[in-house]
């Protein structure tokens, strides 16, 4: 028995070094604003203006908007572009067709994005927070843009004029082995780097002896050019993400809500019961 556990620990070893070695970075925890009103409006703004264009978000209805303070006059003059009645889903007006030549497949629907996204490292709304903040320029591909969370996406930088353009840099080390013997060389260390026009220069050179492992390491560059400071573009991604995080699930606080009651009648429903039983039986010997 004990040594099944020291194997099982030794694989979650090898299967937690494998992870690191593909090159994820660590999410960042995205601020909980869903509790707030004014930022699901503003995300709610964010999403018709940047995301609607090309993604759908058929399970939600523009008149859910009214759960977070807008009137359907708000909605249909502020919000509505590609719908005709306040009932109507957030459907796209672009065919599927056209996105799959423009970008190579067909954008998600973004309804439930952000409980498909959760995992073991954080929840849907913290890889969509991280997601959104960590575009680089990159020339090589077809939009001129990558993303460190999500390497070598289809998607654009929708939000690039406000975050501004940069470049980034990976570091990878990589196991050498002799393609006669099959055995272990070395180690090699690649580093590409992306300017800020997205132009890729790589270097490789062999690294000295020592304790090595492969590894893949991203490091972003200096943001410029953007219209809003990266504090408030922060602010702005995070209302942002906050209605998608809501949209994936518009009940869950008034689900809450409705639990902390529930939970209170059963606590006093126990102790009146409790009071009723002892009544009964106080007389039973």
Known sequence: MKKLILTLIAALGIMTGA???EGGIAW??????????ASLQNGAKLFVNYCLGCHSASAMRYNRLQDIGLNDDQIRKNLMFTAEKVGDPMNIAMRPADAKEWFGALPPDLSVIARARSSAA??????????????FRDASRPTGW????????????????LQGSRGATLEEVKETV????????????TVVNFDANGVRTEKTEPMA???????????????????????????????????????SDPT???????????LLFLGLFTIFAWM???AFWKDVK
């Open 122 to 135: 954080g929840s849907g709304s913290d890889w969509l927070y991280t997601y959104l903040r960590s575009y």
């Open 209 to 247: 002896e020592g304790h090595h492992h492969a590894s893949r390491t991203w490091t972003l560059g200096k943001l410029e050019g953007g219209t809003l400071p990266q504090a408030r573009f922060d602010e702005q991604v995070a209302d942002l993400v906050a209605y998608i995080t809501y949209m």
């Open 28 to 37: 960042d925890k995205a601020p909980g604003k869903t509790n707030d009103t």
């Open 252 to 262: 869950a606080h008034q689900r809450t809500r409705l639990g902390v009651w529930v």
């Open 19 to 21: 992870q690191a070695s």
């Open 276 to 278: 009723l039983n002892r």
């Open 178 to 189: 002799d393609p006669t013997s099959g055995k272990h060389t070395g180690f090699v260390k």
């Open 146 to 161: 990558n993303n460190v969370v999500f390497e070598n996406v289809g998607m654009p930088h929708a939000l690039w004029e």
